[in-house]
């Protein structure tokens, strides 16, 4: 009964490629985000989005998108990957009247050779 | 614009002593206020939040944070260190109301030594 969960949880791949990270949950959230955390552990906001508002970071390369098919699921779908997009995504959820408390999903681990 | 700040990007204790990790905020407009836990190679885990209800807030795992609006402060402490706490710790501010401006502070990397 994983609450958010993200597949794959290593991706390991070269520059040039485009690759998709996907990611679902069971919690009747009705927001969902993507981060990333470099090497360094710190942690930044990439996307948010809820069924009627995207809102993005403003310092996102246009080769990342985000993807929802619906409310349960946001995918991260990656153009043309560089090295500098190696780094750990994640996956999070909230609702409102939680405070928008953030749901973590446990990570994917991305690697761009 | 909100920001977090974190004094000491790595902080050691011994088991069983105080531990205390220190989060300042800026905000324009009232605050939420969060403490997230991450283990090695795992997403992050809410420890406890501040919204504008008791500014003593406790949380999992023992530990507890004051808000304090004059300091504008939100420190993370727990009486007696564990073994088990050695993680990283980041502190997070949210606008009230608002789920799609979620500002990290860049972590304090927490070590018990035995």
């Known amino acids: 009964d994983t609450a958010v969960s993200q597949t794959p949880k290593y991706l390991v791949t070269q520059m040039g490629n485009d690759k998709s990270i996907k990611c679902e949950q069971n919690?009747?959230?009705?927001?969902m985000y993507w981060y990333k955390q470099d090497s360094k552990k710190f942690l930044k906001i990439m996307f948010s989005?809820?069924?009627?508002?995207?809102?993005i970071n403003e310092t996102v390369p246009n080769r990342f998108s985000p993807k929802s098919p619906d409310k349960a699921h946001l995918n991260l779908h990656i153009n043309s990957l560089e090295l500098g997009d190696s780094a750990v995504y994640f996956c999070?959820?909230?609702?409102?009247?939680?405070?928008?408390?953030?749901?973590f999903g446990p990570g994917t681990r991305l690697t761009v050779t | 614009a909100q920001s977090v700040t974190q004094l000491g990007s790595h902080v050691s204790v011994s088991e069983g002593a105080l531990v205390l990790l220190r989060c300042n905020y800026s905000?324009?407009?009232?605050?939420?206020l969060f403490w997230y836990v991450q283990y090695p190679n795992q997403g992050l885990q809410l420890l406890l939040k501040?919204?504008?209800?008791?500014?003593l807030v406790k949380g999992i795992n023992g530990f507890e944070a004051e808000f304090k609006k004059s300091e504008t402060s939100f420190h993370l402490t727990k009486p007696s260190a564990h073994m088990s706490d050695a993680a990283e710790y980041f502190c997070?501010?949210?606008?009230?109301?608002?789920?799609?401006?979620?500002?990290f502070g860049p972590g304090t990397r927490l070590s018990v030594l035995p």
């Open positions: 919690l009747g959230h009705d927001t």
């Open positions: 997070a501010v949210s606008e009230v109301g608002n789920g799609q401006n979620f500002v």
């Open positions: 989005y809820n069924n009627k508002e995207l809102i």
């Open positions: 905000s324009s407009v009232p605050p939420y």
């Open positions: 501040y919204t504008s209800a008791a500014t």
């Open positions: 999070a959820s909230s609702r409102r009247d939680r405070d928008y408390e953030q749901y």
